[in-house]
């Protein structure tokens, strides 16, 4: 799954590339924030990126990131809450 960084004006709701910003594994950006991250919306006007996620970092300022969502991000997802609610296979 790939991402890119975003610039994202709540007010107006609009959604730009950063320029110079280059494409990013989604995993990778993941667990570079520790898995703080949130889904803000679904993206159309910008082809190839289905969602917008914010991200924390350890001040908890947010950046954001469109990504290029897939079947492997809902996989994921539940495998990532199994194991925080301790029914995950890292979690016996």
């Known amino acids: 799954m790939e991402s890119i960084l975003a610039d994202y004006h709540k007010d107006t709701n ?3 590339i950063l320029e110079g910003a280059k494409q990013e594994n989604w995993v990778e950006v ?3 924030y520790n898995d703080d991250v949130e ?3 679904d993206v159309t006007a910008i082809e190839s990126y ?3 996620y914010e991200c924390f970092d350890d001040a ?3 950046v954001f990131y469109l990504v290029n969502e897939d079947k492997r991000l809902f996989k994921l997802r539940r495998k990532h809450f199994l194991s925080n609610i301790g029914k995950g296979e890292n979690s016996r």
């Open 39 to 41: 889904r803000i919306c």
């Open 30 to 32: 993941c667990t570079r």
């Open 50 to 52: 289905t969602g917008l």
């Open 14 to 16: 609009e959604i730009t």
């Open 60 to 62: 908890n300022k947010g």
